[in-house]
Each structure stands twice: as structure tokens, then as C-alpha cells.
């Protein structure tokens, strides 16, 4: 009795893709479970491989495409996202290293609790109840003064009680 549809085994030459040589070429059975194959080897390049069928040409310039949109849609979000986070980052980041400098050697005990009735000069040691210890790094005018925090820069009442 003819058979038309052979069984293959383990040695057939058989067409796969190889996913080593992105490629439709002649791969050789090297695993198979029941009557199917599930590893073969690349006569071309050699590799051993999970067998994939063959590819027809339109579906691999398709999932090819795919892949490289996918792939730069995702890097233009990364981009955006990082210069977005840059752009937050920094300003706090050059603060908190002014901050630093300004209280090297210092500790928060030498400030004074922050009094909006107070005058205070430059380089004086604030305790603010929100921002924490800060340095007055430049009077406004007699009823601000801008003082640097570890997070923020931000001017501050002073001299209230000369109004
Ligand atoms: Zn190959």
C-alpha cells in the first residue's frame, strides 16, 4: 500500500524556520514526541532549535514590521518619560546640593524655630515648620526673605510684626 503522507522521523530532512538564520531552510528532526516533531537541528547553521514551521514570506515581513514599530514606539515613551523626569529632577537635585553646602557642618539644633515676627539676614538658620531646616540665603525686602531648603527655595514672611 502506498502511503503518501510518510511518517517522519528522527534524521528526516524537513523544511523549518529557523529562528538562528531568520530563515525557510532545510532543518534536520532531531526530537520528536508521538509522531510529532518538536526539535530540530538547522542544515544550515547548525543550531538545534524548538522546530517552528516554515514562514511564508508576507507573514515574516509582517511580524518583522511589527517588531520594529513596537519597538520604537516604545523608546520614544522611554525618551519622554526620562526627560519629563529629568526635567522635575534636576531643579530639586541642584537645590538639595545647595542646601547641602550651605549647611555643611551644621546641624538643625543651631537654626531658630522660624517666627514670622522675626527679621532675618542673610545666612541665618531657620527651622520652618513645613520645609524643614533652611538657610536664608537673601532678604527680599524687610518682609521676605528667601530661604533654601533641603527641597525647595522659596521666599518666606519675616519682620510681621513691623507691618
Ligand atoms: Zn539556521
Not at 518538536?38 to 518583522?64: F, I, L
Not at 531646616?133 to 519682620?159: C, D, K, S, W, Y
Request: hydrophobic share 35%; with cysteine.
Amino acid at each position: 500500500m502506498y502511503d503518501d503522507n510518510p511518517k517522519t522521523k528522527i534524521g528526516d530532512v524537513i523544511e523549518i524556520s529557523c529562528a538562528t538564520c531568520r530563515l525557510n531552510l532545510d532543518g534536520s528532526v532531531a526530537a520528536m514526541v508521538d509522531d510529532e516533531v518538536v526539535q530540530v537541528t538547522c542544515r544550515t547553521c547548525g543550531n538545534t532549535q524548538k522546530y517552528a514551521p516554515p514562514m511564508d514570506d508576507e507573514d515574516r515581513r509582517k511580524r518583522v514590521m511589527k517588531r520594529v514599530v513596537g519597538g520604537r514606539e516604545k523608546k520614544r515613551v522611554m525618551q519622554e518619560k526620562s526627560s519629563k523626569e529629568m526635567k522635575v529632577a534636576y531643579s530639586p537635585n541642584e537645590i538639595t546640593a545647595r542646601w547641602r553646602q550651605a549647611t555643611q557642618g551644621m546641624r538643625s539644633a543651631e537654626g531658630a524655630i522660624y517666627n514670622p515676627k522675626h527679621t532675618y539676614q542673610e545666612g541665618d538658620a531657620i527651622i520652618h515648620p513645613q520645609h524643614g531646616f533652611g538657610i536664608a540665603t537673601q532678604v527680599i525686602h524687610e518682609n521676605a526673605v528667601m530661604v533654601l531648603f533641603r527641597e525647595v527655595e522659596v521666599p518666606v514672611e519675616m519682620g510681621a510684626a513691623r507691618k
